[in-house]
């Protein structure tokens, strides 16, 4: 991960209160979330489903910020609802990643307040999947 996009990601956070926190929530997204959500550009060689997918997801399921973070922290724990099955096909289950109920609380704060990125394969992608436009964030 280049040295841009991690700025971006600890900017990012900072709706989440305290500088400190913004780059403690940007870390944790880095260690945990980042290899497969943020991934290469190409669809084909994704393990997981981009990250922008997921929150684009959530948010069409789940209005407001409150429902967004409590069903991402819910599913981050292992007690959620599968919203993507078509990823769950391709990709299989997302593995266990033991995280405290904090901090998957703040994975979701975090994703539910970054703007990431649409990779330019994902509008031909969700037409394809859904017969329509994603939504927008």
Not at 80 to 102: C, N, S, Y
Request: charged share 25%.
């Amino acid at each position: 991960m280049t040295r841009i996009m991690i700025s971006m990601l600890v900017c990012g956070a900072a709706a989440l209160g305290s500088p400190a926190k913004a780059e403690e929530a940007g870390e944790l997204f880095k260690e945990r979330c980042g290899a497969c959500h943020l991934g290469p550009e190409r669809a084909d060689d994704r393990v997981a489903p981009p990250i922008f997918a997921v929150k684009n997801h959530y948010s069409g399921r789940h209005s407001g910020e409150a429902a967004f973070v409590e069903a991402m922290t819910n599913h981050l724990v292992g007690k959620g609802e599968i919203l993507m099955p078509g990823a769950v096909r391709r990709f299989g289950k997302m593995p266990d990643q033991e995280l405290t109920l904090d901090e998957a609380r703040q994975l979701a704060e975090f994703v539910f307040n970054e703007d990431f990125a649409e990779p330019e394969w994902f509008a031909d992608h969700y037409r394809q999947e859904h017969g329509e436009a994603p939504k927008a964030n």
